[in-house]
């Protein structure tokens, strides 16, 4: 099965502030990464799509980039909305992975 | 209002069965792929199974793998999971997702997730 790997576990930023989450596979997964937002007691909500498209209904402060084994979240302008946990997903194939997921905490 | 509602959660023995239902509304069912993820207390996200829209294709993960069987009637718009020989370690919140995309003839991810419904295997 593709590993994937999230770092930082935890991350601690201001309102305003623009942060990274980087997420690796343990082989390559083209651009088929997906990353999602989870906020307690909800379900993960889908924010971007083959590594860099922006679902319909998130704010543009989301972006994805990468490919191969390499990808990146970028939120820019970090709003008090925003505090929540994110993972990224591989769909390279059907057994479907997920990182262990990054805490963004209000620092 | 596209809607994904699970039920049938609960408290079971180790060694024990449950069947969990996921129906969905305000979209059209039989064109899409469904999945079942869960989560444990605490802990991350872990796809479970799969099944293409009319059930041709169905994944599982080893982890329940043998033990576990998803199924789905168009008719009714509703996906099943049926639970055998359940683990302590099946303890978790299951959710029901769905592909992001119609007609999907490759994987896709998941745009619309239900609730979830919580299910503890303890004695």
């Known amino acids: 099965d593709i590993q994937m790997t999230q770092s930082p576990s935890t991350l601690s930023a201001s309102v305003g502030d623009s942060v990274t989450i980087t997420c690796r596979a343990s082989?390559?997964?083209?651009?088929?990464l997906a990353w999602y937002q989870q906020k307690p007691g909800k379900a993960p909500n889908l924010l971007i799509y083959?590594?860099?498209s922006l679902e319909s209904g998130v704010p543009s402060r989301f972006s994805g980039s990468g490919s191969e084994t390499e990808f990146t979240l970028t939120i820019s302008s970090l709003q008090p909305d925003d505090f929540a946990t994110y993972y990224c997903?591989?769909?390279?194939?059907?057994?479907?992975?997920f990182g262990q997921g990054t805490k963004l905490e209000i620092k | 209002e596209v809607q994904l509602v699970e039920s049938g959660g609960g408290l079971v023995k180790p060694g024990g069965s449950l069947r969990l239902s996921c129906v969905a509304s305000?979209?059209?069912?039989?064109?899409?792929?469904m999945n079942w993820v869960r989560q444990a207390p605490g802990k991350g996200l872990e796809w479970v199974s799969y099944?293409?829209?009319?059930?041709?294709?169905?994944y599982y993960a080893d982890s329940v793998k043998g033990r576990f069987t998803i199924s789905r009637d168009n008719t009714e718009k509703s996906l099943y999971l049926q639970m055998n020989s359940l683990r302590a370690e099946d303890t978790a919140v299951y959710y029901c997702?769905?592909?992001?995309?119609?007609?999907?003839?490759?994987?896709?991810?998941?745009?619309?997730w239900g609730q979830g419904t919580m299910v503890t295997v303890s004695s």
């Open positions: 997702a769905r592909v992001r995309r119609v007609g999907a003839t490759r994987a896709h991810p998941f745009d619309i």
């Open positions: 305000g979209f059209t069912f039989s064109s899409y792929s």
């Open positions: 099944s293409s829209s009319s059930s041709t294709y169905i």
């Open positions: 082989q390559t997964i083209n651009s088929w």
């Open positions: 083959d590594a860099s």
């Open positions: 997903q591989q769909y390279n194939t059907y057994s479907y992975t």
